[in-house]
């Protein structure tokens, strides 16, 4: 019965994140890589890139690139795929489409394509954070932890105060068992994520990792963490007993164990 409820409550909880996510998801898809540089025509490897507009300018000339972003606004992502694909790479709008196509193909479940794409993109643009941080998340969608760092770290550098790549790199370690370093990632996150915009996709990425990998002690901690950025007592008590149950090793245990106690101290004199 016990796991019954803990799935459960898992899943209301991915219920209640799902719909933030898809409200972030739609601010996502059409936002132009931060940073990116528009190439000439004909742009070869090598070759240099010059300085001009975002990819948002002149990127709209193209057709089938106009009617992808009009499907991704009405959530057709099929749709969508199909036609950002028809945009020639020696066009302007090539790599806004390429890079729309990269978070499409993460949000419906297929890293390799998302990769391919992005990759596309960053062969011609080394300066979006926006790409690398798309990058790192269809990486931690393929299980490739290591590389999700590397991009994410890359975004970082690119942009110190880009949250979904802090979030991300919290993320990537915790899928590792780095907890103490995760939790460092995180809390420079929250700092940054100053309304809170971000953090419900940062949970549902934990809730998805639980359910590939339910015996992962570290991702019951980070729940915790979350839980109490949030100010979910309940939902920190309950990842908090499910961390002990998976028998974790220090020196995360510690400050579970004292985290609780405060949690228990808290709860005892209202029922008294």
């Known amino acids: 019965m016990r796991m019954g409820s803990k799935t459960f409550a898992l899943l209301m909880g991915m219920i209640v994140l799902l719909a933030g996510a898809v409200f972030l998801l739609g601010r996502t898809l059409t936002r132009p890589p931060v940073g990116a540089m528009l190439p000439p025509r004909g742009v070869g490897p090598g070759a240099p890139v010059p300085q001009g507009p975002a990819p948002s300018t002149q990127a709209e000339l193209h057709p089938s690139l106009t009617a992808g972003l009009q499907a991704i606004r009405e959530m057709r992502l099929e749709e969508a795929v199909r036609l950002l694909e028809e945009v020639p790479a020696d066009h302007e709008a090539?790599?806004?489409?390429?890079?729309?196509?990269?978070?499409?193909q993460?949000?419906?479940?297929?890293?390799?394509?998302?990769?391919?794409?992005?990759?596309?993109?960053?062969?011609?643009?080394?300066?979006?954070?926006?790409?690398?941080?798309?990058?790192?998340?269809?990486?931690?969608?393929?299980?490739?932890?290591?590389?999700?760092?590397?991009?994410?770290?890359?975004?970082?550098?690119?942009?110190?105060?880009?949250?979904?790549?802090?979030?991300?790199?919290?993320f990537v370690r915790i899928a590792?068992?780095?907890?103490?370093?995760?939790?460092?990632?995180?809390?420079?996150?929250?700092?940054?994520?100053?309304?809170?915009?971000?953090?419900?996709?940062?949970?549902?990425?934990?809730?998805?990792?639980?359910?590939?990998?339910?015996?992962?002690?570290a991702t019951h901690y980070a729940l915790a963490f979350m839980a109490n950025a949030t100010a979910d007592p309940d939902t920190e008590m309950r990842e908090l007993d499910h961390f002990f149950e998976l028998d974790p090793q220090e020196p995360a245990l510690s400050k579970a164990r004292a985290r609780q106690e405060a949690l228990k101290a808290a709860v005892t004199p209202a029922a008294k």
Do not use: C, K, W
């Open 94 to 104: 090539f790599l806004l489409a390429q890079y729309n196509l990269g978070v499409i």
């Open 176 to 217: 590792r068992g780095e907890i103490a370093d995760a939790i460092n990632a995180y809390r420079r996150a929250l700092t940054l994520d100053t309304q809170s915009l971000h953090i419900g996709l940062a949970r549902l990425d934990l809730v998805r990792l639980h359910g590939e990998r339910p015996e992962h002690p």
């Open 106 to 170: 993460e949000a419906r479940g297929n890293p390799g394509a998302a990769i391919q794409a992005l990759q596309r993109v960053a062969s011609l643009q080394d300066e979006s954070a926006e790409v690398y941080a798309a990058m790192g998340r269809a990486y931690s969608r393929a299980g490739d932890f290591d590389s999700a760092e590397s991009a994410t770290l890359r975004a970082i550098e690119l942009d110190p105060g880009h949250v979904p790549a802090r979030y991300l790199a919290g």
